[in-house]
């Protein structure tokens, strides 16, 4: 039996993240992995009076030293990492219209448990996130939830390629950006209409871009893998070539985008092509892609149908370089399905993990191996993100609100009463793991 | 960072418990499989064509595809081993009514089959059966997708051997749709395995593995240069879907360009056989000259599908009974 499937099914809205409040504290050696702001990369004591930052002093301490009456609370972190909250761009939350794959509370609560503060829907939900009216629903509903649930509209009515969605009414009614999510804009005219009435409106724009005629009815990389297993390939230029027509039409129209997923060398390659040309454009990778790679297919567990496929290793290197080098972000690419979703052929399931509830662990795995730097993993979850979701205030900084994450090297097991998400398909399900986020800390 | 599991058609002790691929299996497990299908071949030649060793087994036949002479054969393998056979129609089953494979799976199963022969649409799709049933319950891949025949692949290894005795030296070309094939996967991993070195895969481009995916073979876009001294030709079935895909424009030009003619064999050597996994296409892979005539041994490719057949499923029942009585001696103890 397929052991990182869930098979022991029970729907839950567990909320068991742990927030300390302190109004007045002090934390000893915690590694400080701040992107933009005090600390850096290095281990050290934080001073939080009245609810905000007061002072980062680099340097061990030993905690029985500490000046208990000086402060409230006094915990010795003993390494673990303290960070900046996360941000995510392009979650799908299921709700309306799919919540026996997960509603916004429990997957808004599986992202609070990763350690996230902000997260930008995708507007493929039914009905669609193409009016005003659905945008107002999940609005109310968001209002209830652990964190802030930013809406992306739909670029076309429905998503269904033909008709532009009502932007400026989206913009009014609070929407921070225009997606066509992962549903084919084949006909190019109407793209390049969608983005000049999108550039009037001062709107951003996200893309995943594939060119669904060369993707086909693939599910795999057209590689060696698919090759050898019989499935049937999606090639790499099914993304680049769609990459090309939409930097060449951002160039045109002068719109802010976004390029969510990207999933090969080449496609990196394109867009900081187009960022040294002075292209208002940014980019990420979903985990996933920097975790895995086609090889993971042998055996044909539908667990890792993803989309865009999973590349060579040759491209997980090349996008794992760009995290490192700060030139894209992380998207975690959070994607709950139902168990039956999931249950079946490789070509026949559905495509996606869930992995709010796991993504620290698995970042750890990369982190642990040296193929990533904690710091530029931080960096690809903050600053980079922030940037798109035009939030200023990304890193701790003295004078900030005491608001951050603990992490911590925990070993556990992911199963229905650790995991938030309502998704059957969370990666290494009742499998032990390593790092998870140990509280978050508020004022 | 990928994770690699054990094969899931292997025990631990390396016995067969499925076949659903050759991929993975050692030459000493084919070499098994056509030893026994040797001792299988003279059944037909008894006065009751039948052995016991599958009496009082159940044998299904989970068809989601059309079959002609894969699914006789399976059921003459079946019968001459004296299983309980049942077909179940798919075009009129649960599954044409939305059930999930699985369900239609666990249904089977309460009826305690013992053995599942599977042909699906989908690449992967009897791994995933395999990983999905009750221990006990043999799987037997009769095609997925583009992914795998392995007992097609037997039976031509098994006719390759009867007709060149070994495998080691030989020039072997497969001509024709490489690419949507599970028929040419199944054999270039089990002539790989048998010791063939001079594998050629032959066809237009869009019908060719891409250059550089590590196929233990020699990719040739010219079938006269491929078959060049070649002992064995073996030609793929074209399917009609290629032209409406674009990637290819018509029969007429393939048939110029690809078919096996005459003229085209005198490139082989002359002692070479010509194979076809069936149904052949006249006129388009193939000249009908070509397929009756003395260097072909289609027929015998089908007649020797009974007895690798039966060699396959008698294998995997006996790993699977060995199975369940060593975990009924656990219990006991």
């Known amino acids: 039996m397929d052991q990182d499937l869930d098979s022991d099914f029970t729907p839950t809205h567990n909320q068991p993240t742990k927030v300390l409040t302190v109004k007045d504290g002090l ?10 702001g005090i600390g850096t990369d290095n281990v050290g004591s934080l001073t939080v009076k009245n609810g905000v930052i007061q002072q980062w002093q680099p340097g061990r301490s030993i905690a029985s030293n500490a000046p208990v009456a000086k402060h409230d609370q006094i915990i010795d972190l003993q390494g673990q990492w303290l960070t900046p909250h996360f941000f995510d761009i392009g979650a799908q939350l299921r709700e309306p219209g799919f919540e026996h794959k997960g509603t916004l509370t429990s997957e808004s609560n599986a992202a609070f448990a990763g350690g996230f503060q902000g997260i930008a829907m995708l507007p493929d939900t039914s009905p669609v996130m193409d009016s005003p009216a659905v945008v107002g629903l999940i609005q109310e509903r968001a209002k209830h939830l652990s964190l802030k649930v930013w809406p992306m509209a739909a670029m076309t009515l429905g998503l269904n390629g033909t008709q532009l969605s009502e932007m400026f009414a989206l913009k009014a009614a609070g929407c921070i ?7 084919p804009l084949s006909n190019n005219r109407l793209a390049l209409r969608c983005l000049e009435y999108i550039a009037t409106t001062g709107l951003k724009v996200l893309f995943y871009s594939e060119d669904h005629e060369l993707a086909g009815d693939g599910c795999a990389h057209e590689g060696p893998i698919a090759d050898r297993l019989g499935l049937s390939g999606i090639p790499e230029c099914a993304e680049t070539t769609a990459i090309a027509r939409d930097l060449l039409m951002v160039e045109r129209t002068g719109v802010t985008a976004h390029f969510g997923h990207l999933s090969s060398a080449r496609s990196l390659e394109l867009i900081e092509d187009a960022q040294q040309k002075g292209l208002p454009v940014t980019a990420d990778v979903a985990l996933t892609h920097l975790i895995y790679d086609e090889r993971a297919l042998l055996n044909f567990n539908p667990q890792y149908h993803l989309r865009p496929p999973l590349r060579s290793n040759f491209d997980r290197k090349a996008l794992l370089d760009g995290v490192n080098r700060g030139a894209i972000s992380i998207s975690i690419g959070h994607q709950p399905q139902d168990i039956a979703s999931k249950t079946a052929p490789f070509s026949e399931s559905e495509a996606g993990m869930s992995l709010y509830d796991v993504h620290i662990s698995m970042a750890k795995l990369l982190i642990e191996a040296e193929q ?66 140990s509280y978050r800390v508020s004022a | 960072m990928t ?83 049942i077909h179940i129609n798919i075009n009129t089953s649960s ?48 095609g997925d997708g583009c992914h795998s025949h392995p007992t097609q692949a037997m039976l031509d290894m098994y006719t390759i051997r009867h007709f060149k005795k070994q495998f080691t030296g030989l020039k072997v070309a497969i001509v024709g749709d490489i690419m949507h094939s599970r028929v040419a996967r199944s054999q270039i991993h089990a002539l790989s395995c048998m010791g063939v070195t001079d594998l050629r895969l ?35 079935r074209l399917q009609k879907e290629r032209m409406v895909a674009g990637l290819i424009p018509n029969e007429h030009e393939y048939f110029r360009y690809y078919g096996m003619t005459k003229e085209r064999m005198l490139h082989a050597k002359p002692d070479a056989i010509l194979m076809h996994p069936g ?34 499923l008698s294998s995997v029942m006996d790993t699977q009974v060995k199975t369940r009585q060593s975990r009924r001696i656990g219990y006991e103890h």
């Open chain 1, 177 to 183: 950006a225009i997606t066509q999510s992962r549903r």
């Open chain 1, 27 to 36: 934390f000893l050696n915690g590694r400080l992995l701040n992107p933009n």
């Open chain 2, 279 to 312: 149904p052949i296409n006249r006129g388009v892979e193939i000249d009908s000259r070509v397929a009756d005539g003395k260097q072909s041994v289609i027929l015998d490719q089908t007649h020797y599908g009974i007895a690798i057949r039966m060699a396959i």
């Open chain 1, 372 to 437: 990533l730097n904690p710091l530029a993993w931080v960096k690809a979850l903050t600053t980079l993100p922030a940037h798109f979701l035009n939030q200023t205030s990304v890193g701790l900084n003295i004078g900030d609100q005491a608001a951050f994450n603990v992490i911590s090297d925990e070993v556990w097991t992911p199963n229905r009463q650790s995991c938030c998400s309502l998704g059957g398909n969370i990666p290494g399900f009742k499998q032990s793991t390593i790092g998870r986020l």
């Open chain 2, 3 to 85: 994770e690699h599991r054990s094969d899931p058609q292997l025990t631990d002790a390396g016995l067969l418990r499925h076949f659903l691929t050759i991929d993975g299996l050692s030459r000493q497990h084919l070499t098994d499989i056509l030893n026994l299908a040797d001792s299988f071949l003279n059944v037909e030649d008894r006065t009751i064509k039948k052995v016991p060793l599958l009496r009082g087994k159940t044998v299904a036949t989970l068809f989601f595809e059309n079959s002609t002479r894969t699914r006789t054969t399976f059921d003459l393998a079946s019968k001459r081993l004296s299983a309980d056979l």
């Open chain 2, 95 to 142: 599954t044409a009514k939305g059930e999930t494979l699985i369900d239609t799976l666990r249904n089977l199963e309460a009826m305690a089959v013992d053995m599942f022969v599977v042909r699906h649409g989908a690449s992967g799709a009897a791994h995933f059966i395999a990983n999905k049933v009750s221990p006990g319950i043999g799987i037997i891949n009769a």
């Open chain 2, 202 to 236: 032959v066809g237009p481009q869009t019908l060719l593995p891409k250059k550089g995916h590590l196929w233990p073979a020699t990719l040739f876009t010219n079938v006269e240069e491929g078959i060049t001294d070649c002992d064995v030709v073996i030609l793929l």
